[in-house]
Nanobody
Framework: QVLLVESGGGLVQAGGSLRLSCAAS????????MGWYRQARGKRRELVAA???????NYADSVKGRFTISSDNAKNTVYLQMNSLKPEDTAVYYC????????????????WGQGTQVTVSS
């Protein structure tokens, strides 16, 4: 089993910054990609940013230039630096990891964190 633990959400004024962290632990053979999704009230969950192992980052158009995703592969941890926050960034942010498990045969599947609330006041 794999556990994702998120931290760093909270309440911030528009124009402010927050940094989210997500650490993966458990039966990990390899982490193939990590990313952040968000779900605002009444809306569908959407991709915010993703960082494949050894690949280029990917961002939603709405956050390009304001958010930066990075990772520490040795710690199986992903970060999301969020700057110039806007009220429309308010949502529950979920960490996602595509993990190949230990054991045999190897199985690759997606895991999700419990979510962390980000609220941006105007």
């Amino acid at each position: 089993q794999v556990l994702l633990v998120e931290s760093g959400g909270g309440l911030v004024q528009a124009g402010g910054s927050l940094r989210l962290s997500c650490a993966a632990s458990g039966s990990i053979f390899s982490v193939n990609a990590m990313g952040w999704y968000r779900q605002a009230r009444g809306k569908r969950r959407e991709l915010v940013a993703a960082i494949p192992s050894g690949g280029s980052t990917n961002y939603a158009d709405s956050v390009k230039g304001r958010f930066t995703i990075s990772s520490d592969n040795a710690k199986n941890t992903v970060y999301l630096q969020m700057n110039s926050l806007k009220p429309e960034d308010t949502a529950v942010y979920y960490c996602n990891a595509r993990v190949t498990n230990t054991g045999w045969p190897h199985v690759t599947r997606d895991y999700w964190g419990q979510g962390t609330q980000v609220t941006v006041s105007s």
